[in-house]
């Protein structure tokens, strides 16, 4: 199976820089992705790393280490509507599936 | 493009009742996913169909849980008989092939079982 872990709260102010790690074990590794959660509603997706390395998208970046089953979610300029929850995802094949597990989840809070 | 599209947004149902949930992918998304988030478990994949086959039921927790896709635009997920213990949000997700390829989630389903 796969487990994933990554931290359950990160806090910081609005401007600042965040990292959210995450740590993986899996089998049959493709990917990492990172969704964001707004309460109440759905996910949403940020971001893909299915190489080495640093993948940016605006504000966001995401970063993958497969030697070290390790990536991390990078937020700058940090905005009051960055506050949600974050989850780390692995794409993982099992037998002829290729299925996404889901880390428990970030809950980022941006203060002003 | 209208986006994954769920059914109904929210159900309150009394233990033992039928429950049903309906998904309508995006257009052209040959994969489709349904996952369970609560607080205690998180999102949990219950099952994942491609080309409207179920390729990996792993994850329905029971017999009382079946999934069905009987086209490309429509798939269900029935519970029966339900219990307080499904409580939970159900989210229905489609992606196209491709290993980086996105999941797209509907609004989910938020059922509560009195």
């Known amino acids: 199976g796969q487990s994933l872990e990554q931290p359950s709260e990160v806090t910081a102010v609005e401007g600042a820089i965040v990292q959210i790690n995450c740590t993986y074990q899996?089998?049959?590794?493709?990917?990492l992705s990172w969704y964001q959660q707004h309460d109440g509603g759905a996910p949403t997706f940020l971001s893909y790393?299915?190489?080495?390395g640093l993948e940016e998208t605006g504000r966001f970046s995401s970063f993958l280490s497969r030697s070290d089953s390790y990536g991390y979610l990078l937020l700058q300029e940090l905005q009051m509507k960055d506050s949600a929850s974050y989850f780390c995802?692995?794409?993982?094949?099992?037998?002829?599936?290729?299925?996404?597990?889901f880390g428990s989840g970030t809950q980022l809070t941006v203060l002003p | 493009d209208a986006g994954v599209i769920q059914s109904p947004r929210h159900e309150v149902t009394e233990m033992g009742q039928e429950v049903t949930l309906r998904c309508k992918p995006i257009?052209?998304?040959?994969?489709l996913f349904w996952y369970r988030q609560t607080m205690m478990r998180g999102l949990e994949l219950l099952i994942y169909?491609?080309?409207?086959?179920?390729?990996?039921d792993s994850g329905m927790p029971e017999d009382r849980f079946s999934a069905k896709m009987p086209n490309a635009s429509f798939s269900t997920l029935k519970i029966q008989p339900s219990e307080p213990r499904d409580s939970a949000v159900y989210f229905c997700?489609?992606?196209?092939?491709?290993?980086?390829?996105?999941?797209?989630f509907g609004n989910g389903t938020r059922l509560t079982v009195t």
């Open positions: 995802a692995v794409k993982a094949a099992s037998g002829s599936a290729r299925q996404l597990t």
């Open positions: 257009s052209g998304h040959n994969s």
């Open positions: 790393n299915g190489l080495d």
């Open positions: 169909f491609n080309n409207n086959v179920p390729i990996d």
């Open positions: 997700a489609s992606s196209s092939s491709g290993g980086g390829s996105p999941l797209h």
């Open positions: 899996t089998s049959g590794f493709y990917g």
